[in-house]
């Protein structure tokens, strides 16, 4: 019987490890593929005439430029960026809305500041109550940046309003 409760004890310490360093490999593996930002969302859209004030983040992930000129295996133009929101709502007196969204965008990799504008749909924040929030999307605006070193900076970004 302690025989059984010790080989119990070995095969979930060995499992918790086996669970730890895969997580570990996650991790660095995205950190390798390219950089991840969260950049602070701010604005303001007219949503079924209100005014909705908008609060929350966008993670833009900028996957990593090759290390040799001529990998084949990740084309160095356009460079594609993936946004995600994160935690956006626009609330105003008697409304509130959550955006969420996946966008893919492609941005030329030679231009040294590109603008970005990508569309969004909008949730009621309750599914229960009726709200016109379905029926909308909003537009998010930033500004990606080519640093000396090549490599692309976000900066805050903006919900510029009703698209």
């Known amino acids: 019987m302690l025989a059984w409760r010790f080989t119990r004890a070995v095969i979930a310490a060995a499992s918790i490890a086996a669970l730890a360093l895969v997580g570990t490999g996650t991790q660095a593996s995205a950190q390798e593929k390219g950089a991840v930002r969260l950049i602070p969302l701010s604005g303001s859209a ?4 209100r005014t909705l004030t908008f ?7 900028t996957p990593q430029l090759p290390a040799f000129p001529n990998d084949p295996i990740i084309p160095p133009n356009p460079v594609r960026e993936i946004t995600i929101l994160r935690n956006v709502i ?14 893919d965008v492609f941005v030329p990799q030679q231009e040294l500041d590109i603008p970005v504008t990508a569309t969004y749909n909008l949730y009621p924040s309750d599914p229960v109550t009726p709200s016109p929030c379905s029926d909308f999307r909003i537009a998010v605006r930033y500004l990606t940046t080519l640093d000396t070193d090549g490599n692309r900076l976000v900066s805050s970004a903006i919900v510029t309003g009703a698209a």
């Open 90 to 103: 626009g609330t105003s007196a008697d409304l509130a809305c959550e955006a969420r969204g996946k966008q």
């Open 46 to 49: 007219v949503i079924a005439s």
């Open 55 to 61: 609060t929350g983040q966008v993670q833009v992930i």
